[in-house]
């Protein structure tokens, strides 16, 4: 699977961004997919993920009430619909999938397979 995320930029505080994740070489159907993000020499943290039937949602409490995770299967996308957003949203942002991610396991990012190369998203006035 080859993932491409797309859709970052810059953007003021407050304002808003839709981040892609596009998969090629596999159907994103039955996999669970997350968005983690990094700041240089920090760790990567998990975002937010949905599940393989989609029926699971998870968000990092930083975030919630402000990003929307979505899929179309259509499309083989998941998008992250990024509202309100603060300087410390600020980061590269990463899709990941994976066929061992299940429910329990789908904050820990060594739980993911494949990886796309990242977005970066600055929140800057």
């Avoid at 961004?17 to 990567?44: D, H, K, N, Y």
């Avoid at 061992?100 to 190369?117: F, H, K």
């Amino acid at each position: 699977v080859q993932l491409q995320a797309s859709g970052g930029g810059l953007v003021q505080p407050g304002g808003s961004l839709t981040l892609s994740c596009v998969a090629s070489g596999r159907t994103l159907r039955g996999l669970a997919v997350a968005w983690f993000r990094q700041i240089p020499g920090m760790e990567r943290n998990f975002v937010a993920a949905i599940d393989r039937n989609s029926a699971g949602i998870r968000y990092t409490d930083s975030v919630k009430g402000r990003f929307t995770i979505s899929r179309d299967n259509a499309r083989n996308t998941v998008y992250l619909q990024m509202t309100n957003l603060r300087p410390e949203d600020a980061a590269v942002y990463y899709c990941a999938t994976g066929p061992s991610v299940i429910t329990s396991n789908l904050q820990n990012p060594s739980a993911y397979a494949y990886w796309g190369l990242g977005t970066l998203v600055t929140v800057s006035s």
